[in-house]
């Protein structure tokens, strides 16, 4: 079945950078679109980033020029490396594969906790 696996969240001081992975299973990683999203407290989910099967990526308004969104085809990995962290960077961060030609709807992770402290 279609798992997306996130990790590598956690503490860090304002200013400072984490790295986060998704490890995919369970389509044909090759032809997928993936993305990272995040969502604060009482807040709704946003769009972080999006990367397509061919490498073309697109950047939520909040974060562009600190984070960088890459993938791995031969290890079907996701990355997000996230560089200049501000407190409001703080969310829980989700993996997401949308539907596309090797998946017929959404899949998300079960999330990751970045914590930025100021």
């Known amino acids: 079945q279609v798992q997306l696996v996130e990790s590598g969240g956690g503490l860090v001081q304002a200013g400072g950078s984490l790295r986060l992975s998704c490890a995919a299973s369970g389509f044909v990683f090759r032809v997928a679109s993936m993305g990272w999203y995040r969502q604060a407290p009482g807040k709704q989910r946003e769009l972080v980033a999006t990367i397509s099967s061919g490498g073309s990526t697109n950047y939520g308004d909040s974060i562009k020029g600190r984070f960088t969104i890459s993938r791995d085809n031969a290890k079907k990995m996701v990355y997000l490396q996230m560089n200049s962290l501000k407190p409001e960077d703080t969310a829980v961060y989700y993996c997401?594969?949308?539907?596309?030609?090797?998946?017929?709807?959404?899949?998300w992770g079960q999330g990751t906790q970045v914590t930025v402290s100021s």
């Open positions: 997401n594969a949308p539907p596309n030609l090797a998946l017929s709807r959404n899949y």
